[in-house]
Each structure stands twice: as C-alpha cells, then as structure tokens.
C-alpha cells in the first residue's frame, strides 16, 4: 500500500486528483486539507503538517502555489516537517517549473514534479515512480535541471582534478579493506551494492567511505575512481 497526503487549493483540485485515484487499491489517501489561502489558513495548515507528523505517508501531493506562499510567509515550519518525515517524498503540481526552484524544492524532499495539464494523464504512473525512489519530471525538465547543477558546479569551481602525488602518497594509510571498498566505487556500484558484496551494514560502507576521503584529501566518489585507478597504474608500472 502506498499512503499519500493531499494539499489542495480548491475543491475542484482536490476532486479532480481524487478522481484520478479513485479504483486504484492498493493507493490510500491518509489525509487531504483545502488551503485557499496559506495567510489565512496557517492554522489549519500547521494542525494538517502536525497529524501527518504522527502518522507520516510516503507520498504528500503539494501544489507549487501552496509551497511558494508557505515559503514566503515563514519558511522554518516547513523546513521542520521536512526533517520530521525524512522518508515522506513529495510530488509537486505546477502549471511550470523552474530549475532553480525545482532543485531547492529536490533538496527538501521533492521527487516528482507533474505538470498541471498532465494530471489526468500522469498523476498514477508519477505517484509509482516516486514511490519506488525514483524522480518523475518530464525530459525537457531533466535537461534544464542538470544544465544548472553544471552550471552552479562550474561557477564555485569544484571542478574534478587529476590525483596529485600527495594523494597517491596517502594511499599508503588506506586500510585492505577500504582499498577494497575503493574497487567496488571504481565499478560504479552504490553503497548498498557495496554493502552486500562485502557482507557489511550499508553504515559500515559509508563509515569506510569518509575515512577513505579523509586520509587522501578527495571530495567525491568520481575522485576516487580516478585516485584509485592511478594508484593502481603506480603500482603496476
């Protein structure tokens, strides 16, 4: 069963999104809250965040118009209900979505982003994505998305740098077992691939991990490809 949450700005989205749900057993509506207007219903807004707190869905349903009057009326509460259901994803419905906004909103647990007009069409196939982990936006949206995450990338200059000696120098610290941890990152395999490979707790892998970017002074999983292929070029050579 997946439980979603509902948060509406009128009685005809509200329909029109149970509508779309209606017939589909195995997705239960928890709890749904008209907020025509945020200013004036914080209230109500604020009793809904707290009753969801208690008993969290895995999918809330937010429209964009509700988040950005939220936002800008007071911005800890909702910063604080996203720390309390750290496992609740949100979908947002919007009539567009800018990438910027779509990458803060990303930061606060958004993972799917359906366009008004593809409600009707959509709204299911988007809450079982989401439901799965994955993240729903339409191609077009992809690109613009990654298009400034490179862009921000690029301006603060964390740009990938080949291993230096004193890197390579460093992996003389690294344990058997993280050298081991490093190969499995170099196949491109998550932690919990990692995890299970290595008969360890996905904590464990994610322990070995920080120490392996402590001792060599790298700041990313790509870094550590890099480090430790060339360390294993040395070697050979």
Not at 38 to 50: C, P, Q, R, S, T
Not at 225 to 233: A, D, E, F, S
Request: proline share 2%.
């Amino acid at each position: 069963m997946i439980k979603l949450a509902v948060i509406s700005t009128d009685e005809a989205s509200e329909e029109r999104l149970l509508n779309c749900l209606h017939g589909e057993k195995d997705l239960i509506v928890h709890g749904f809250v008209i907020l025509q207007n945020v200013a004036h219903d914080v209230e109500k807004g604020l009793a809904f965040m707290n009753k969801t707190v208690g008993s969290p869905p895995d999918i809330i349903i937010v429209d964009e118009k509700i988040l950005h009057e939220a936002a800008a009326l007071s911005l800890p509460p909702m910063l604080e209900y996203t720390k309390k259901c750290t496992f609740t994803r949100a979908i947002i419905i919007g009539d567009r979505f800018n990438e910027e906004n779509v990458i803060a909103m990303m930061k606060e647990g958004a993972r799917g982003f359906l366009l008004r007009e593809h409600v009707d069409a959509d709204l299911i196939k988007c809450i079982r994505v989401v439901a799965r982990g994955e993240i729903w936006m339409s191609t077009h949206l992809i690109g613009r998305v990654f298009d400034e995450l490179l862009r921000r990338e690029c301006e603060t200059k964390h740009l990938l740098k080949s291993p230096t000696s004193d890197q390579l120098a460093k992996m003389k610290a690294i344990s058997r077992r993280e050298m081991e941890v490093m190969a499995l990152i170099s196949e491109s395999m998550t932690n919990e691939e990692i995890a299970q490979k290595l008969f360890l707790s996905a904590k464990t892998v994610k322990t070995h991990i920080r120490n392996i970017f402590e001792k060599t002074g790298i700041r990313n999983r790509v870094e550590a490809v890099l480090l430790y292929i060339r360390y294993n070029q040395e070697v050979g050579s």
